[in-house]
Structures are given as structure tokens and as C-alpha cells.
């Protein structure tokens, strides 16, 4: 996959995607990652890129036209029919569905705003806008760090094990079960039998017991309107029981 960032601070880019899965992930050839700066493509002596809002009010917003620029030379070095999102705090909220889809496409075009905002007509000429989530960060370089970390997960031969990503949190609609590792016992606590049993069809019962369980505790919406089968069913209730 090719993704390319529009950004006033592409090294903050570069530097955050040189660690850990994603870097890995560069190193091998199974992520490219370009940047784009709209400073580069500014005309006056000061390099402007934002301006004082129309109708007044605090704050600056970006610029149009070096904007528009950045984006061009951005997608002009991705397959035809990459998607354009801008990272926004008034867009749709990223879910783990979102990234399955995304995580199919050829290319992404990622817009990272700064100051109060872009100016709208710039982005009638993207195709979605995404939040990472309803807070308010200070531009769109960590949303889109954040959009390309989950991405890379997905991408084939990225993770170690391919079951990683299958079983995360969210990817089967659930949060994820708890997870220990030795010592057996630690300040008190014990791993529970179960998970030394070596019985696999027991341990997978008790996980997802424990997965409906937390989801449930933690985040109740996610379990709003879905139809659980007579085996989930159960199982919820028995943890229910155990409380």
C-alpha cells in the first residue's frame, strides 16, 4: 500500500513511522509512505499558508491554493482511484470496519489540517472525512499516524502472526479478552487454570466468555442491537452469574 501524507511538518511524519510494526513494515516494502508540504508550493516572500477567516473569529485558517497544490503533487504519485480523506474532528469517527475497507484500497491520500481549520472548498474535493475520535487535537499529523498505524496491522505479512489482527479488539465487534503471560503468579494473582489446561477448545470458551464480558463492563453500546447466538447468549450470561 502507498499512502501520502499533505502536511506542514512532514519530519514529524517520518520520524513517528521509523519505529516498531509500521517501521518494519516500510523496511520490508510493504508500506510506502510519502509527505507532501504545502509550504513548498507557496508564492509570496513569506511562504503563507493560512490567512485570517472570512466573518472573523480567532484563529487562522489554511490556505486554498498551496493547499490544492500539495494535494495534486501528492496524488500524482498514487495508483489512480486512491482515496482522498481529510483527518477532521467534524468527520466520521474511524472504526475497525472502516479500517478493514480502507485497509483494501490501492493508495490513500491523507490530509493533515493545522490552525482552525481548511478552507471548505478544499475539502469538496476529498472523498471522506475522518476523526479519530470527539476531542480536539492541534492538526491532523497524529490522527493520520494513528489512521496509519491500524492500517499497516491489517496489511498481509505485516504482523508476525496473521491471527494478531484477527483477534484484536473490535475485529470481531468485541473488546479483547485479558491476556497474562509467566510468571504463573504475580503479587498474589494467578493466571486463571484454564489457560494452563492445554484443553484449546475450553481455552477459546473462556475467552470469548470474557470477551462478551468486558464488552459488556466497558463498552455496553457495542453490544446494543447485536443478535448474539444461543452459545454467545450463554456465555454472557454465565459471566454475568460470576460477578
Known sequence: MRIEVVTLFPEMIRDALR?????RAMQGGLLVVGTEDPRSHTTDVHRSVDDRPYGGG????????????????????????SLRIALSAQGVVLT??????????????????????IDE?????????????DYVVSGGELPALVLIDALARLLPGVLGDERSAQQESFS???????????????????VPAVLLSGDHAA?????????????????????QGAALDAHRATLLQEFLSEL
Open 203 to 223: 481455552i477459546d470458551r473462556w475467552r470469548l466468555k470474557q470477551a462478551l464480558g468486558r464488552t459488556w463492563q466497558r463498552r455496553p453500546e457495542l453490544l
Open 172 to 190: 470481531a465487534g468485541l473488546l479483547d479478552w485479558p491476556h497474562y503471560t509467566r510468571p504463573e503468579e504475580f503479587a498474589g494473582a494467578r
Open 58 to 81: 480567532p484563529g487562522m485558517v489554511m490556505k486554498p491554493e498551496p493547499l490544492t497544490a500539495a494535494i495534486a503533487a501528492a496524488a500524482a504519485r498514487l495508483p489512480a482511484g
Open 121 to 133: 472548498r478544499v475539502l469538496h474535493g476529498v472523498d471522506m472525512e475522518l476523526s479519530i475520535g
Open 19 to 23: 519505529h516498531g510494526v509500521v517501521g
Open 96 to 117: 475497525q470496519a472502516q479500517l478493514q475497507s480502507l485497509s483494501a484500497a490501492q493508495g490513500l491520500l491523507l490530509v493533515a489540517g493545522r490552525y482552525e481549520g
